[in-house]
Nanobody, 126 residues
């Protein structure tokens, strides 16, 4: 089994930067496509960003493209989400998830994710 723990969330102002981390235990993350999903108050959980097993390919929702960057350090068994130019609409609980599938379908679809973290709260004030 894989356990995922997100960290790095907090309260920031619009335009600020945060970096979220997702640390894994149980198994190495190198075997998994890693996705970031978020759920804002009153809304459905949505895809935000993802990264392939080796880090060669990244995927982003249109709402975050150009502002967020997904990366990973398999040696540290950790993935990251760099969030720049944060907006109030980025306020959400951010979840890290792992999938054994590859490609865009394996990265963007929350229903194929095998493991989930409990989330970290990001609050952006305007």
């Amino acid at each position: 089994q894989v356990q995922l723990v997100e960290s790095g969330g907090g309260l920031v102002q619009a335009g600020d930067t945060l970096r979220l981390s997702c640390a894994a235990s149980g198994r190495t993350l190198s075997s998994y496509t890693m996705g970031w999903f978020r759920q804002a108050p009153g809304k459905e959980r949505e895809f935000a960003a993802a990264i392939s097993r080796t880090g060669v390919n990244t995927y982003y929702a249109d709402s975050v493209k150009g502002r967020f960057t997904s990366s990973r350090d398999n040696g540290k068994n950790t993935v990251y989400l760099q969030m720049n130019s944060l907006k109030a609409e980025d306020t959400a609980i951010y979840f890290c998830a792992a999938s054994t599938r590859t490609g865009a379908a394996g990265a963007r679809n929350p229903y194929v994710m095998a493991y989930w973290g409990k989330g970290t709260l990001v609050t952006v004030s305007s």
